[in-house]
């Protein structure tokens, strides 16, 4: 343990006796330890602010500076844990000792030294040191620990409440609509499929929220599937750029998709999470954007791995770079207050930098507050002998080919089982594969799907895996062992890790998840049926959503007369609140501002005004003290919201 102690320990012998230095100097080194000596007070004090040392022996009595004056001046800087020191005293008085324990000495030893009794007293003063420096650094340690435990859930916890409040908004929309179906209200096949469609889109809007989850969980444990094939990034960049058209006319903003160059045809990639990577950048960049333009420009970057590069640039409201630095991070937004403003889960760019590093990629972002931001996705693009470089106008008429019509499928004479326990997954599934000629029958269990599957002629079965009494699982293993071969595509909720190979290894030929991807069962179908592609006609639009966005109308069937005096005189009502809203902003009547925002929040989207509800909720929520300017630009938000209204035909 000397020994131990001694390589590392580093000390400092003050004694105006230099003859007593020495010796004390020597046999310490012998010890192992690294020794300085001086044989003033004066020169010990000055040479404490430029080394650090373990332990100092310090003579009580000395000329000019003694040692009580060294004392006083090393506990100045040092307490006794951080700085041992033993003091070293010829009279060996009580009075001596006990003035030098109170100035702050941890120990003394009396002259003429013992060194063995000195060596043992270093040794036990360097022992309690090093104990107490290793509790400091698990104190550190554990603080640290502490502090990001605590960010983390504080992080998750904001998480949860943000995504209760995300998933509650597109719930609202399609619990609202669907009872308005259930009671009959939409007496107009066009308002009917408009109020369709919102429920579609709603649905469609909180799968992705649940999806962004499954993701991140997928990519954290290591189990997201990756499938390249070639895919053409022109295609795929156009095809976001058309999706978010309308999100960007509603917001008066331009959406633009160039190609730089000339790029490649087609890569060798993921085309699914490419798409999924886009989309969420864009997504971004439109929603943080009020004003100027949105873009997307494709470029190819030749090297030793080639790479193709989607720059998505907007000019919104931009990012300090602090905020830039966080973003990537699981359930972050750059600025708490944007989450307010502007909603959002904080998944999707964590979600698509780890996408990218699957793909080969990188995303990187550089911004500036108030002007905009550009986020450069590039990815690796496979082997690229003999695939062919087209220019901007190529791309477009590949773009135009590949979107010149809109494609379903036909099945000609085939019979399919649909066993599920839920009567409106049956009802749904039966619903479309009737729809593209295919004739249908059910079966609530598992039992009873056997029974069928082995007593009638069929060209597939579709399987629920979790019903009572004989589950999927169980079904499809009896199917098998009674020597049934038809394809059993398994249906199923279950996302999460490994239950695709569980039901693969109960005999089943497929997977297909849950809500049902129309398109995606058909085409799986298809295969295994011989199903046609055909050329899908007639008009699929459900409804006219090309109204002027300089006016604001109610979304409610005001076609219906009851329902368009019920919007026309409200309002009026809604204007008085808007001129309320505006007189408590400017007196700082805060409760009645709120009491205001809350009333507009739910009575004008109930009535069919919308985009009144997210800003009088940021309103409702607002600091007017702490943050005068934002809440003033609420206030005329909704002003000229309101300035836009226009009452209903009667």
């Known amino acids: 343990m000397n020994e131990h102690l001694g390589t590392r ?131 550190i340690f554990l603080a640290e620990k502490n502090a990001a435990l605590q960010a983390a859930n504080q992080a998750k916890s904001d998480f949860l409440a943000n995504i209760s409040h995300e998933i509650r908004t597109p719930m609202n929309s399609i619990l609202g609509f669907a009872d308005v179906l259930r009671r009959g209200y939409g007496e107009n096949e066009a308002v009917r499929r408009n109020y369709s469609q919102m429920i579609f889109s709603n649905g469609r809007h909180l799968l992705d929220l649940i999806n962004q989850i499954l993701d991140l969980s997928k990519i954290e444990s290591e189990n997201l599937k990756i499938e390249k094939s070639k895919c053409q990034p022109h295609t795929l960049a156009q095809d976001v750029t058309q999706t978010f058209h309308l999100e960007a006319s509603k917001k008066g903003i331009e959406l633009k998709f160039q190609v730089q160059g000339k790029v490649p045809s087609f890569i060798i990639s993921d085309a699914s999470l490419i798409r999924q990577v886009l989309t969420n950048v864009l997504g971004n960049a439109i929603k943080f954007t009020d004003q100027g333009s949105v873009g997307i420009l494709l470029k190819f970057v030749d090297g030793i791995t080639p790479k193709i590069e989607f720059q998505i640039s907007d000019s919104g409201i931009g990012m300090t770079e602090e905020e830039t630095k966080r973003i990537f991070d699981p359930f972050r937004q750059a600025d708490p207050s944007v989450e307010m403003r502007y909603g959002g889960t904080g998944l999707g760019l964590a979600i698509s930098k780890k996408i990218l590093a699957l793909l080969g990629g990188t995303i990187q972002v550089s911004s500036q507050i108030e002007t905009g931001s550009l986020f450069t996705i590039a990815i690796e693009t496979g082997d690229l002998v003999d695939v062919e470089m087209i220019d901007a106008e190529s791309a477009q008429k590949l773009v135009v080919e590949t979107n010149a019509g809109q494609f379903g499928w036909e099945f000609d004479s085939k019979k399919v089982l649909i066993a599920d326990d839920g009567l409106e997954n049956r009802e749904l599934v039966s619903l479309v594969l009737r729809e593209v000629g295919i004739e249908v029958e059910t079966a609530e269990d598992g039992r009873i799907a056997v029974e069928m599957a082995m007593k009638n002629d069929f060209d597939l079965i579709l399987m629920d895996m979790q019903m009572p009494g004989l589950n999927g699982h169980a079904a499809t293993q009896k199917l098998r062992s009674l020597g049934c071969d038809l394809p059993i595509f398994a249906l199923t909720a279950n996302a999460m890790k490994g239950f695709e190979k569980n039901c693969i290894a109960s005999g089943c030929t497929g997977f ?139």
């Open 512 to 650: 297909l998840t849950k809500p049902i991807d129309i398109d995606s069962m058909l085409a799986t179908l298809a295969i295994h049926l011989d199903g046609t592609e055909i050329k899908a006609g007639g008009d699929k639009d459900p409804g006219n959503y090309h109204r002027d966005l300089k006016t604001l109308t109610s979304n409610l069937p005001t076609e219906i007369p009851e329902v368009a005096l019920i919007v026309k005189n409200f309002i009026p009502k809604l204007h008085e609140t808007v001129e309320a809203i505006q007189i408590a902003a400017q007196e700082d009547d805060v409760e009645e501002l709120h009491q205001l925002a809350h009333w507009l929040a739910g009575s004008a989207g109930t009535l069919g005004f919308p985009d009144f509800t997210e800003t009088a909720q940021q309103l409702e929520s607002s600091d007017p003290c702490g943050a005068p300017e934002e809440t003033q630009e609420l206030v005329d938000k909704i002003q000229a919201l309101a300035n836009r209204i226009s009452p209903p035909v009667t």
């Open 9 to 139: 320990a580093r000390l400092l012998i003050v004694d105006d006796d230099e003859l007593n230095c020495d010796m004390l100097s020597r046999r310490l080194q012998r010890n192992h330890f690294h020794v300085d000596t001086v044989s003033s007070g004066r020169a010990a004090i000055d040479l404490l602010q430029d080394v650090e040392y373990d332990l100092i022996i310090l003579d009580i009595m000395m000329p000019e500076v003694d040692g009580f004056e060294v004392l006083k001046s090393a506990r100045r800087n040092f307490d006794a844990t951080q700085l041992p020191i033993i003091m070293a005293t010829a009279k060996a008085e009580s009075s001596e000792i006990s003035k030098a324990l109170e100035i702050g000495a941890n120990d003394y030893v009396t002259k003429p030294i013992d060194f063995q009794v000195t060596l043992a007293r270093i040794n036990l003063q360097l022992q309690l040191k090093e104990s107490i420096d290793r509790i400091r650094m698990l104190e």
